[in-house]
Nanobody
Framework: QVQLVESGGGLVQAGGSLRLSCAAS????????MGWYRQAPGKQRELVAR???????IYADSVKGRFTISRDNAKNTMYLQMNSLKPEDTAVYYC???????WGQGTQVTVSS
């Protein structure tokens, strides 16, 4: 089994920054993909960014240039540095791990205008 625990969410003013963390534990394949997804009220969950164990990244167009995904393989931890936050970034942010499609419990990010 795999456990994912997110942290770092909170309330921030527009233009501010937050850093999310996702710590993975359990039976984790050395080759894997980790990602951040978000879900705003009344909307579907959407991809924010993904990173492979080799460091290859992809980003949603809406966050390119503002968010940076990274990971520390030795610590099985993934990060999301979020800068220039906008009210439309408000959502619950979830950590995801493939293979296995594991999900964390989510962390709330609220950006006030």
């Amino acid at each position: 089994q795999v456990q994912l625990v997110e942290s770092g969410g909170g309330l921030v003013q527009a233009g501010g920054s937050l850093r999310l963390s996702c710590a993975a534990s359990g039976s984790i394949f050395s080759t894997n993909h980790m990602g951040w997804y978000r879900q705003a009220p009344g909307k579907q969950r959407e991809l924010v960014a993904r990173i492979s164990s080799g460091g290859t990244t992809i980003y949603a167009d809406s966050v390119k240039g503002r968010f940076t995904i990274s990971r520390d393989n030795a610590k099985n931890t993934m990060y999301l540095q979020m800068n220039s936050l906008k009210p439309e970034d408000t959502a619950v942010y979830y950590c995801n791990l493939l293979p296995g499609n594991y999900w964390g419990q989510g962390t709330q990010v609220t950006v006030s205008s």
